[in-house]
């Protein structure tokens, strides 16, 4: 055989080499992305389950409030502790605090009016 002949039967057998490396790469991803791809289906499966109970809850309560339930009770409790005593009170505090205020404004705007 000549130096030729040896030269392509090497450069066949690396790329005889070369395949069977990127056969045996190719497979070994592809048996990771199918592991991957039946733990995302389980998941998967988990997750239409779960929908499915939530669709069937949310028609339940749908159905529940357009039933209509017992009225609530029209003499709530104050939703501030002592609420009628304080009430007052916060709103006389809050009106003088406006009415400093515009006082002070207006005596503000008297002093700067060019006479």
């Given amino acids: 055989m000549s130096t030729l002949g040896w030269v392509v039967v090497g450069i066949l057998a690396a790329v ?18 199918e592991r991957r791809l039946g733990v ?10 779960r929908a499915a109970h939530a669709v069937e809850t949310a028609q339940g309560a749908a159905a529940l409030a357009r039933r209509g339930g017992p009225a609530a009770p029209e003499d709530a409790a104050p939703r501030v502790l002592l609420e ?4 007052p009170l916060v709103k006389a505090v809050a009106w003088s605090a406006g009415a400093r205020r515009a006082a002070t404004r207006l005596a503000r705007s008297v002093r700067s009016e060019p006479r």
Avoid at 16 to 32: E, I, K, P, Y
């Fill in 16 to 33: 005889l080499v070369l395949t069977a490396g990127l056969l045996a790469g190719a497979r070994a991803r592809l048996a990771t992305a």
């Fill in 40 to 49: 995302l289906d389980a998941r998967v499966g988990a997750l239409d389950a």
């Fill in 84 to 87: 009628p005593v304080t009430g």
